[in-house]
């Protein structure tokens, strides 16, 4: 004991994190999957929250290139990838770009629309995913209730924020690119390096607009700091955690526990940015948190 207390005494700092972070895939495999879906949703959600706060210090593209850049190098250290094969170059180039498209959309959203309504508007697109090549009268009671509950939140959000569900709704397009090329991404490797490749990858193509966005601010300590947060809430800690759960549990189930994401966005805006929402655009969330809900569990095992 005194001599594994004196060897430990004797690490420095970065020993300690090299550490951490090299257990970190063994400490993920650890949570059971339904725990690693809910845990991932509410750090994104929370991680959102925190983001938009930054918004008026480094713009929605500045925080976007600070949590993909950071996010990519935290992965990168954990998975620590060899040079992908060429035939998956496309699949993690397009995964990327899409990524990195899909997060600037969503953040220019939230500077319209509120968080629980962005992320509605947004969860259109793994909707229609899983209602793709349906012919079933039942699908489409769960399409109708969705497009109501979203036709409900424009109605109630007023004409001043349509850009603003414009941007949701391509996010939510490339939302469903994205689980296209998870999917894809997750069959050519059985850990996270081609997550850490995509990332990497996110993060130059968001870096351009970033810097003309948020300049010199980029730098600001303060702006650092709550960047790695949020590279860490929003993207690190709910992708790893998604990849892990998707390798244990059937992806209905998975589809199922990701349908509580716009009410957990809308309590995220409401207890950390004060975002109060009104009865109907709450019955709106709900009817779309419905209608994925009811479309996943009900989906043939076929689809």
């Known amino acids: ?35 690693q879906v809910l845990l991932g949703i509410i750090s994104v959600q929370v991680g959102a929250a925190f983001a938009k ?6 713009g929605a593209s500045g925080v976007v290139t600070l949590r ?9 250290l954990i998975w620590r990838p060899s040079l992908p094969a060429k035939r998956d170059l496309p699949i993690i180039l397009g995964y990327g770009v ?32 899983a209602l793709l090549g349906s012919r079933r009268l ?4 769960w399409a109708l209730l969705a497009g109501g509950g ?30 296209l090329l998870t999917s894809a991404l997750g069959s050519r490797s059985s850990d996270g390096s081609g997550l850490a490749l995509a990332m990497a990858c996110a993060g130059l193509v968001a870096a351009p607009f970033g810097i003309a966005d948020a300049g010199s601010q980029l730098l600001s300590p303060m702006v650092l700091v709550v960047g790695l947060g949020v590279a860490l809430m929003s ?49 709106a969330i709900c009817c779309v948190v419905a209608a994925s809900a009811g479309a996943t569990r009900t989906a043939r095992p076929d689809v």
């Open 1 to 35: 004991m005194v001599v594994a207390h004196v060897e430990r005494a004797g690490r420095s700092p970065l020993a300690w994190i090299a550490s951490a972070v090299a257990g970190t895939p063994r400490l993920v495999g650890a949570i059971p999957p339904t725990a």
């Open 53 to 58: 706060q930054l918004f008026s210090v480094a």
């Open 68 to 76: 993909l850049v950071f996010a990519a190098a935290v992965l990168l």
């Open 98 to 129: 899409v990524l990195a498209t899909m997060n600037v959309l969503f953040y220019l959203s939230l500077e319209r629309i509120p968080l629980g309504i962005a992320v509605t508007v947004e969860f259109l697109g793994p909707l229609a995913v």
């Open 138 to 141: 039942l699908d489409a009671v």
């Open 150 to 179: 979203v036709v409900l939140l424009a109605q109630t959000t007023g004409g001043a924020d349509v850009v603003g569900l414009l941007f949701a709704l391509g996010a939510g397009v490339c939302w469903a690119a994205y689980i």
């Open 235 to 283: 993207s690190v800690i709910p992708y790893s955690l998604e990849l892990e759960a998707l390798r244990k549990i059937p992806p209905r189930v998975f589809g199922v526990l990701m349908s509580m994401e716009p009410a957990v966005a809308a309590v995220a805006g409401l207890l950390v940015l004060s975002e109060a929402l009104t009865p109907l655009q709450w019955i």
